[in-house]
């Protein structure tokens, strides 16, 4: 299986240009990748530059060349476009050059610029990117964490002791009062009434 993919990350040598193609839009800008290679005279490794063109298509190469100045870092993932052509002297021209599915651009342009001779970025502005603080986690140190005072833990109160319900008073009960009526006393006996009965009392004696 055949696998036509590339990534490269390096500076715009020049702004990038808008062409288009029938009604097809065309960003095309070129890129600057630096290689270290060992000079065998001197021993000593050289910074050799390798320039890449780009292009990007449609809405999206539109979008992006807002973006881009030259002397910004850029990210580029695509893949590789072999192409020749007919120049105007009658010679036939080739190149391999880079087409582009994301363009990724740096927060800030590379710091070797300056050094890069015709490409460099003196008159670049940098980009800053913005944050927001209220985003950012404080950072809380051992020692901050120790100065805070303490505070003593609170008292806990005792729970409450169940109080036992008490049994309802009773009353004493009276005595019922006795039902039957006292009895009176026999009146005395009249003399009369005593003579009666010892007569009939004497009846009853067998002598």
């Not at 986690?137 to 051992?142: G, K, L």
Request: with cysteine; aromatic share 8%.
């Amino acid at each position: 299986m055949a696998i036509n993919s590339v990534s490269l990350s390096g500076n715009l040598a020049r702004d990038p240009e808008i062409k288009t193609s029938g009604s097809t839009i065309i960003c095309s800008f070129c890129i600057v990748v630096d290689d270290n290679v060992k000079n065998r005279a001197t021993g000593e490794w050289e910074r050799v530059p390798n320039f890449f063109d780009v292009a990007v298509f449609g809405k999206y190469g539109d979008a992006i060349a807002g973006r881009l100045h030259k002397g910004a870092r850029v990210f580029v993932d695509g893949k590789l476009h072999y192409s020749t052509w007919q120049a105007q002297d009658g010679t036939k021209r080739s190149r391999v050059s880079v087409y582009a599915d994301t363009v990724e651009t740096a927060s800030q342009p590379s710091a070797q610029n300056g050094a890069q001779g015709t490409y460099s970025t003196q008159n670049a502005q940098t980009y800053q990117p913005s944050y927001n603080a209220a985003a950012t986690p404080a950072t809380v140190s051992r020692a901050s964490v120790q100065a805070q005072p303490s505070v003593p833990p609170m008292p806990q109160t005792p729970p409450a002791t169940p109080q036992v319900p008490q049994a309802p008073a009773v009353s004493p009960q009276t005595p019922p009062a006795p039902t039957q009526a006292p009895q009176t006393p026999p009146a005395p006996l009249t003399p009369e009434e005593v003579d009666r009965r010892l007569e009939m009392a004497s009846f009853d004696l067998p002598f």
